[in-house]
């Protein structure tokens, strides 16, 4: 089946078409229009209907939400096509904003705000001109073509989400083939760290994708440190989980002569060294200049 062309709907443009939209010229370099579908349309298996048509047929690659029944969970067209796409598990995993976007389209801003906790002024405060500028531009056009700013601006953001979301997948496996986990002891008290030892080849982030594969182990509460190959020398970076004040950095540099970095906020160090027993050294001594307990 060859696809000729994404169909969305006209007039004011929102995050779901548009992300979907994004996501489906990743795979199909093609144009997108921006009308009313006919039923010749809705039967077109080479025409991709986005957030318009009333049907969800994937195998007709229609894919609308808005005849789904108020009371069912909210869901809009970019989570459709992230279904069809097998990512739909992963992004809700990996994707924070993905619910919020999904129930902003689907309930509004007023229960979306109360739903986070929190008035619906301060939604309006997240607002950025990326978005303004990229939605009302997209909403300007009745068809989008390959080569055009804004098409080719689309296309980078759906290739980016799509890529981050199937590489970060593999990532994680990666880690769980290769990562431990530490118990420290300390005057402090006992606590646990992720340790990602250096690998032959080096992913090129070394650090990418710890912190994710801490909460997929349901390690979130326990661990409060990190230890991952540092990508600008030979020893290792050592930096807080979740920024937990409970390891303190700062003083480190100062103290340790393996130690060429320290941020002065006491949230990151790097050091030289590539020793086990002298990172957890390092660590212990991190965890007992802070006064957090």
């Known amino acids: 089946m060859i696809i000729q062309q994404i169909l969305t709907h006209p007039g004011g443009a929102h995050k779901d078409d548009f992300l979907a939209c994004c996501v489906l010229i990743h795979s199909h370099a093609v144009p997108i229009v921006r009308r009313e579908p006919t039923e010749e349309d809705l039967a077109d298996n080479g025409t ?4 318009v048509g009333h049907e969800h047929d994937p195998e007709r690659n229609n894919f609308d939400h808005h005849q789904f029944p108020k009371d069912s969970p909210p869901i809009c067209a970019l989570s459709l096509v992230l279904q069809n ?17 999904e129930r902003f389209d689907c309930t509004g801003p007023v229960d979306t705000a109360k739903w986070l906790g929190v008035d619906r002024e301060t939604l309006w405060k997240l607002n950025s001109p990326i978005d303004i500028t990229l939605l009302r531009r997209f909403a300007k056009h009745t068809e989008l073509k390959p080569g055009e700013p804004i098409w080719e601006i689309m296309r980078m953001i759906g290739e980016d989400l799509v890529l981050y979301l199937r590489d970060l997948r593999k990532r994680l496996k990666f880690i769980g083939e290769h990562a431990e986990f530490w118990t420290v002891d300390s005057a402090a008290g006992e606590f646990e760290v992720l340790f990602m030892p250096r690998t032959d080849p080096m992913p090129e982030e070394a650090s990418s994708g710890l912190e994710k594969f801490i909460e997929e182990q349901g390690k979130q509460e ?30 480190l540099e100062s103290s340790c002569d393996d130690v ?14 590539s020793d086990t027993e002298r990172l957890r050294e390092l660590l212990k001594m991190a965890r007992e200049e802070s006064d957090v307990k």
């Not at 991709?48 to 957030?51: A, K, P």
């Not at 796409?85 to 976007?101: M, V």
């Not at 060429?260 to 906020?265: I, K, S, V």
């Open 48 to 51: 991709i209907i986005v957030d």
């Open 85 to 101: 796409q097998g990512l739909y598990e992963d992004a809700q995993n990996f994707c924070a904003w993905l619910e919020t976007a």
């Open 222 to 251: 326990s661990v409060i440190a990190m230890v991952y190959p540092d990508r600008r020398g030979e020893g290792y970076g050592i930096s807080r989980f979740n920024d937990n004040k409970r390891m303190e950095y700062s003083a």
């Open 260 to 273: 060429h970095f320290a941020h002065n906020r006491g949230f990151i160090a790097k050091t030289s060294s």
